[in-house]
C-alpha cells in the first residue's frame, strides 16, 4: 500500500535538474509532495487532484498521471537550500482521507 | 504564523513504562494524525482523528493508543513502552476531507526506550 518512490538518494550539482518518482499499485485521488531538511518538520510542497494535473512552486513542479497511478516531481536549476528528504503521500479514492507516505528519497545539492 | 506543537523534542523513557506524547495545534483544523518516522521506512500512520472523540486506526496501531477530548489536542499513548518503538514521531493536522492544502507537521518527539 506504501507508495514506492525511486530513486532512494540523488547527489546534484548547483544548477542540474532532478526528477523523483512515486509510483502507488493502487488507484489514487491525490498526491502530495513534501520536503524536510535535517532536523526539521516535513514541509509542504503541492498537491495535485486530477489526473494529468501539473503544479509549480518556484523551480519546483509535479505532474500526477492518474491512469499510470504514479506522480513525478521535477526540480530545474537546483539550487543548495533544496537539499532535504522529500516524500510523496497518496490519498486512495473510494472516501477517507488518511495518506500513506513512501520511504523518501534523500537529495543532496552540492556547490 | 500557524503552528502544530509536540510537547517534548526528545523523550527517554524505560522498557515497560506508560508514555504520552502531546500535540496542540493552533489552526482550527478537524483532522489530527500521528505517524512515526524510521530511516528507511519513511512516516508510517499510527493514529488519526477527524473531530473530538474519533479516532481511527492507521497502519501500525498496535502497541499505541490515542486521546482527543480537545480539538486542538491530539495525544499519543504508548501503553507500554518496549525498545521496538524507539523512533522519531511526527503529528500533523489538516483541513477535513481532502487534505487540500497538505498537512501542516510538528517537528518530531524523538524517543528512545531503554
Redesign the interface.
Known sequence: ??PV?SPQAVILREGEDAVINCSSSKAL??V?W?RQKHG????????L?KGGEQKGHEKISASFNEKKQQSSLYLTASQLSYSGTY?C?T?MGGGG????????TRLFVKA | DVK?TQSSRYLVKRTGEKVFLECVQDMDHE?M?W?RQDP??????IY?S?DVKMK?K??IPEGYSVSREKKERFSLILESASTNQTSMY?CAS?F?????????????TRLTVV
Not at chain 1, 526539521?40 to 498537491?47: D, K, Q, S
Not at chain 2, 528507511?40 to 500512520?45: C, I, K
Not at chain 2, 477535513?96 to 518530531?108: D, E, H, K, Q
Open positions: 500500500q506504501q518512490q485521488y491525490s502530495h513534501y526539521e518538520a516535513p514541509v509542504f510542497l503541492m498537491i487532484l516524500f503521500g490519498e482521507f488518511k495518506t500513506i507516505f513512501g520511504a523518501g | 502544530v483532522n494524525f505517524y528507511g521506512l519513511g512516516l508510517r500512520l488519526f477527524y481511527e492507521g497502519d511526527l489538516s477535513p476531507l481532502r487534505a487540500y492544502y497538505g498537512y501542516t507537521f510538528g517537528s518530531g
